[in-house]
Each structure stands twice: as C-alpha cells, then as structure tokens.
C-alpha cells in the first residue's frame, strides 16, 4: 500500500501543507513540527512520488546518457557498466533516475537528445565519448539544457568536466616497457575521433619520442575486440613488427594476446602486452594481462554528482580532477626479446 502525504498528516496531527512544507524543506512550520513530521514519514515509510514532484515543479528528476556505440560493446566492455552503476549510485542518492538511449543508426544520436529534451523526459544531460569539435556542446546550448562531459572538450565549453591526465598512466606503460629493453613499442588506439582516444596515441607518442625512439608503429582501432584483433594482426604482419604493443583498453588487450598466441607467439617471451582500465577479469588471463587501474564507477559517482550540483543550483561549478591511472604489472610483459622476428604461424 502506497503511502500518501495525507496518510503522514493524520498520523502527525497536522495539515497536509505542514507535511508538504515539512518534506521540501521550505519554510512555514517550526522545527518541532517539523522533526515529528519527518519522524513519522520515516515510521510509515513515505517515500516521494517523482511523477507529482515533477509535474509540481517542472523537473524530470532524471538523467539522460545517451550512447552512440554498438549495444554489444555495453555488455562485452565492462567500463560502461561499472560507469553506470556509478552514475545511479549517486542518483539514487538523490531520488533521481536514468534514462538510458542506445544510438547507432545515422543521425539518431542527435534525435535521441532532442527527444528526451523535447518531452522534458530529463534534466540534463552526461556527455561520454567527447570528439573533436564535438557538435553536441552547440547542441546542448541550443536545447537550454546543463551537461557535464568526460573529458574536456578541445572546443569551447561552458559546462564543467571530470577529466583524468590519461597521459600519466601511458608514459609509465611505455616507460614499463623501454626499461624492460623494447624499443619496437607499438600502439593499438581506440577511435581517433574521441578526445581520449587522441590524448592516449598522443601520450604514447610523446613518451617515445622522449625516449629517442620512433613511434611509427601506430593502428587504429575503435576499443571493440574485433578491432582489437585487427589492428594486432596488422602489427604483426609488418618486416619490423613490435616486440610490445601497449592497447587502448583491455578488451582490445585481451584480444590481442589472445590472437598473437593463436599465431604462436609467446606472451611475453615474443610479445609483451599492456591494456587499459584494470577490468577485473585481466588478472585471470593467461598470462595475467599488465594494465592501468582506472574507476569506472567513480568516473560515474563523480559526473552525476556534478549535474546534480548545477541542478541544486550551486554556483562555480568546477571541473573534477580524478586520480591518474596507476600501473598494474602482471606477466603479460617481460624482457624484449633477442630475436624478434621468428615466423608466425599462417593464419
């Protein structure tokens, strides 16, 4: 049985509009009256009805995370779960909600937002996956809706960010790896058109270069397994291929290992491997796969927490700084090899 706000009047003794004031926290009843009537919502346990709380003062109390990659990846990568149960630990927190959209087909991300916009459906909204000029700052400013986004754009952006210096974690990777006597380190990137996918290529890069060695040994890839695969096995065919390939993420990591193994190379007696994000099943791998321990639900604790600050409407909202991913070395990496350029065996 669903208790009502009339339910707590008569058990409290007191109008309906003394529990309403109660509830909201506004002004109109003393703090005797008021305690008893918190009191009591508790014992008959009252809960909020976010329809009419809604419908009382404009807001949705919810979310929107729209997301414009492949479905399967939300089930086979595990930083998107982690990321949202840490998105809705926090709402809930807060009796909020999210609403979730899968986008893929042409132009369905953009109705996806106008959509939930339009319908008043959500409040604001979490953008993930920021690009290049990304065209959905414009967007939210058009829709007169707030956002935080992962990452800070390379465009301007009035809305505020929780950002990770992802360069940190890559350069010790790298470093890893050069102090182990590679030199023919090679980098598996996530899609170049997401902020993070550059700054970690970039990251990479700069830690070669500062190393005195080349990076020319670059792939593209789009943080998929399949991908994953590809790339290493582009890699893997050239005259001069790698002795290390440090991955973008884990799953393209995992895939990697798995497919240089199938070609008969040892990881990491030929081949030695890094990954990205520390998922919980890299330390089970076949060697366990060194990585970069990130926080996927802090990542998500932390970007609901900063809508939910512009929403209660607080002022200066600033950037959120997490902690830069630390290294995590298991047996997937080892001593460069003195002769790296045995035969695979055909594919």
């Not at 497919?259 to 330390?283: C, H, R, W």
């Amino acid at each position: 049985m669903t208790v009502t706000i009339n339910d707590v009047a008569q058990a409290a003794g007191v109008s309906k509009g003394a529990v309403s004031y109660a509830l909201n926290g506004q002004p109109g009843v003393s703090q005797e009256t008021r305690d008893r009537i918190l009191r009591v919502a508790k014992e008959l346990g009252w809960t909020p009805n976010l329809r009419a709380k809604g419908l009382s003062s404009s807001k949705a109390y919810a979310l929107g995370l729209v997301v414009a990659r492949d479905p399967l990846l939300l089930g086979t990568d595990p930083f998107f779960p982690a990321f949202i149960a840490g998105i809705e630990t926090a709402l809930a927190e807060h009796e909020y909600a999210l609403v979730l959209s899968v986008a893929t087909a042409p132009g369905a991300e953009e109705r996806c937002y106008r959509k939930l916009a339009d319908n008043g459906r959500v409040d604001g909204f979490i953008l993930t996956d920021v690009r290049h000029d990304d065209s959905r700052i414009a967007l939210m400013l058009e829709l007169k809706l707030p956002a935080v986004t992962l990452n800070r754009p390379d465009a301007a952006s009035p809305f505020p960010a929780v950002s990770v210096d992802e360069s940190e974690g890559i350069v010790a990777a790298v470093e890893h790896l050069i102090g182990l006597g590679h030199s023919r380190i090679a980098h598996v990137g996530g899609a170049q058109e997401y902020i993070h996918g550059r700054s970690r290529r970039q990251a990479w890069e700069d830690a070669l270069e500062g190393a005195g060695l080349q990076p020319d040994l670059f792939a593209a890839a789009d943080f998929t397994a399949a991908g994953g695969v590809a790339a290493t096995a582009d890699l893997l065919r050239r005259p001069d291929r790698p002795t290390a390939i440090v991955y973008a993420n884990d799953l393209m990591a995992t895939a990697g290992q798995s497919y240089a193994q199938s070609m008969g190379l040892s990881v990491p007696g030929d081949l030695s491997i890094t990954g990205y994000d520390n998922a919980e099943f890299t330390k089970y791998l076949n060697p366990p796969l060194t990585t970069l321990a990130t926080d996927p639900m802090l990542w998500g604790r932390a970007s609901a927490q900063l809508m939910l600050n512009q929403l209660a409407g607080s002022r200066g909202v600033e950037d959120i700084t997490l902690p830069s991913p630390r290294l995590i070395v298991r047996a997937s990496t080892g001593p460069a090899p003195a002769d790296p350029t045995g035969p695979l065996r055909s594919s």
